[in-house]
């Protein structure tokens, strides 16, 4: 189509600039070679996950339980998910962070 120029020294693999720039300052500040910071990151997403499957089960009881109306049904098993993966997912990180450098 007219208008629409294609520059052939783009190769697909490489990456955006922007990409490079970020992650060349996170490797000089250190941030994605602690495996500390790994290890809470991935305790925090195991414990929203449980928490949010929690959430999810006990706010299907709560609304049915209560005869939350319509719409109001699903805001509030929404909340409960959330809420209760943030939680759980917030002291699964906090336990790690106590445990970090501990003979690892």
């Not at 992650?23 to 290890?39: E, F, I, N, W, Y």
């Amino acid at each position: 189509a007219p208008g629409h120029i294609i520059p052939h020294t783009l190769e697909l693999s490489q990456e955006p600039s922007y990409l490079r720039d970020t992650a060349a300052a996170q490797r000089r500040m250190g941030v994605t070679d602690s495996p500390c910071l790994k290890h809470i990151a991935a305790n925090f997403g195991l414990g929203a996950t449980l928490g949010a499957s929690i959430g999810a089960l006990y706010g299907t009881w709560d609304a049915f339980r209560y005869k939350i109306p319509g719409l109001y049904k699903i805001r509030h098993i929404g909340q409960a998910t959330v809420s209760t993966g943030a939680i759980f997912g917030t002291f699964l990180a906090a336990g790690a962070l106590l445990h970090c450098g501990k003979g690892q």
